[in-house]
């Protein structure tokens, strides 16, 4: 007997074995990035890179009004186009539009310290601020600094400060 019918793999070759469970792990992890593309708003639906045949299943998932059994075979459908594909650029881009809250909410805190600092150390705090950001108006710091302590001693609402941390928005941008 030829040997080439007994043993038909080539012996370099590494036969990689996934289990069943492996399998099902995949395809639920699909279908749940399925469900989150397709609860997304338009807009950041849009930032989402998906390719022509991906997107056409995802607009017809979008367009069907019954929320039960068509719409769930047209996931379920989304799903298997997706567990053909890298998923990777599809999942960061995902995690980045979930996480915008929480980056708009440090830049949030950013800004709040460093109102803080100016109006605790005023001038010093000014000029640092100054060095990284030439097109801030230093007077109009200094004169807001200036109201903002002395509504501090006088316990009267912080109306400057709210004006202080309004121009550091205006100025320092938010990154992304």
């Not at 792990?25 to 279908?31: G, K």
């Not at 915008?100 to 440090?106: K, M």
């Not at 805190?109 to 030439?134: S, T, V, W, Y």
């Not at 903002?148 to 400060?161: D, F, G, L, V, Y």
Request: aromatic letters at 4%.
């Amino acid at each position: 007997m030829n040997d080439e019918w007994q043993n038909p793999s080539d012996p370099d070759e590494e036969i990689i074995y996934v289990s069943k469970s492996e399998l099902k792990r995949d395809s639920q992890e699909s279908q749940h990035l399925a469900d989150k593309i397709l609860n997304l708003s338009a807009s950041n639906l849009a930032k989402i890179p998906l390719d022509d045949d991906v997107q056409a299943a995802v607009n017809v998932a979008l367009k069907i009004k019954n929320k039960h059994g068509a719409y769930r075979r047209q996931v379920n459908f989304v799903g298997k186009l997706l567990r053909m594909r890298d998923v990777e650029d599809i999942q960061l881009a995902l995690s980045k539009i979930e996480n915008q809250h929480l980056v708009a909410n440090q830049h949030f805190h950013k800004l709040e310290k460093l109102r803080d600092r100016i109006i605790n150390e005023g001038d010093e705090a000014i000029n640092r601020l100054l060095e990284l950001h030439p097109d801030m108006e230093r007077s109009k710091l200094r004169q807001l600094a200036r109201q903002a302590k002395k509504e501090q001693t006088q316990n009267k609402a912080p109306k400057a400060a709210r004006q202080i941390f309004q121009y550091l928005k205006e100025f320092i941008p938010e990154t992304k």
